[in-house]
């Protein structure tokens, strides 16, 4: 059996799951993808386990020039902005595979419904962010006095539905420009400021030991669930006019 | 039948189409003109994926419409590119894009016998030399048995064997009712098959020639 035959029958969500399979296998024949994110998400934690003073409680004060801030904070700061930079690494390749040998082409003829296209993309951007963070947060519990809960892992997992909604659809906005590379941080980080403030705060107050009830009923949690919905619905409803 | 009136596509200050009028009856229509004549601009255009700045194109009357997945599984197109995944096996390609057109695999490997390619269908796409990734491009567009195929040089890089097999390929995609515009240099691959015959130079069809039906291609 083919490595890239349909899952099942040959409906909307058939074909979009063998798109978003075409993509994995893509990436694990190929690894071009993966391993960049990864890599760098290494190079930035060892950065900042040798940059850090004494972590050893996520309370102790750290002294910045404009004040004073906890190692949680600084850790949820260090966390968030490895997974931005990692996943945007990512993301600007996703439509490189599309874009050589004119494979968009093909794909915008197919009779698919372009919300299906969006979504193999993103699922298969969501596969790689939770690969990196897979490898990324043990390594932070290791080096640093974090707890992972399942608080954490909830947390992660919402912040990880706005970045990879609003991060596809501006990596193929972005794939239609000379500088593709360049063009998706500019694009994106604007827009993806209010998830990853949320991020913050919430993993931050996570990390110093808060119970997961009071943090998830503060009000960053609920701007987080705003905008995962408002990038959701946006990019599935904006695809198409980008991609074509 | 397609018909375009008045098309014109500039890329900011070149003008690649100007102002085309034209009726595309069924059948086989060869495309031919120098480089930068705009046969790959009109191509584009009629397979939704440029839109043109001024003009309209129909199909049996209805505006043409990339956005309507109805048009989109009546059209098998060929660019410059093979439209194909360099990691993937020309085999796993084809099943791929048949899937997504709802064909069958019997189908795929009629396809890869039919260019050629039975033997090379493992072979990973991006290993292919340039004239046997031509094939399988064509083998792509032809999968769904499209009723309008646009084909953008499909007798570059080939040499005279598979150059006959791409003709085969055509020949039997060709039935009444099917339209087909091929763009080439290769006038006389076409010769064969074709019913009708477009040249443009510079944007602007200079010759359009249909074919009477004592010389009508058997």
Known sequence: MSAVSAPGGRGWAGKTLLLARKDLVIEVRGRDTLPPMLVFSLAVTLLLAFTLPDTSRPSTRIVLPAGTASVADVLAGFIWVTVLFAGLVGFARSFEVERHEGAIDALLLVPLDRSGLYLAKAMTNLAFIVAVELFLFPVFAVLFPIGLGAGVVAIVLLVDVGFVAIGTLFAALAAQTRSRELMLPVLAFPVLVPVFIAAVELTSDLFLGRPTRAVVSAGWFGILLAFDLIYVVVGALTFEFVIE | ?218
Do not use: C
């Not at chain 2, 008045?6 to 085309?20: D, E, N």
């Open chain 2, 1 to 218: 039948m397609i018909a375009l009136e008045g098309v014109r596509v500039t890329y900011r200050r070149t003008v690649a189409l100007h102002s085309i009028d034209l009726l595309l009856l069924p059948g086989v229509t060869g495309l031919f003109g120098p480089n930068g004549s705009g046969k790959s601009t009109l191509l584009r255009v009629l397979a939704g994926l440029l839109r043109p700045g001024g003009g309209t194109v129909t199909w049996d009357g209805v505006p043409l419409n990339i956005s309507d997945e109805a048009f989109r599984s009546r059209v098998g197109y060929a660019g410059h590119g093979s439209g194909l995944y360099d990691r993937l096996s020309v085999r796993e390609n084809l099943r791929l894009f048949g899937a997504l057109h709802g064909v069958r695999d019997a189908r795929v490997e009629e396809m890869l016998e039919l260019v050629g390619l039975q033997d090379r269908g493992g072979w990973p796409a991006g290993e292919l030399s340039a004239g046997l990734r031509r094939r399988a491009a064509v083998a792509r567009a032809l999968l769904h048995e499209p009723q309008l195929l646009l084909l953008d040089e499909p007798y570059a890089n080939l040499d005279d064997d598979g150059a006959g097999k791409v003709s085969d390929a055509i020949k039997a995609w060709r039935t009444p009712g099917r339209t087909g515009l091929v763009a080439t240099h290769g006038a006389k691959r076409v010769k064969g098959y074709a019913d009708a015959a477009i040249i443009l130079q510079h944007g602007r069809i200079v010759s359009y020639r249909v074919r009477t039906p004592a010389e009508a291609p058997t």
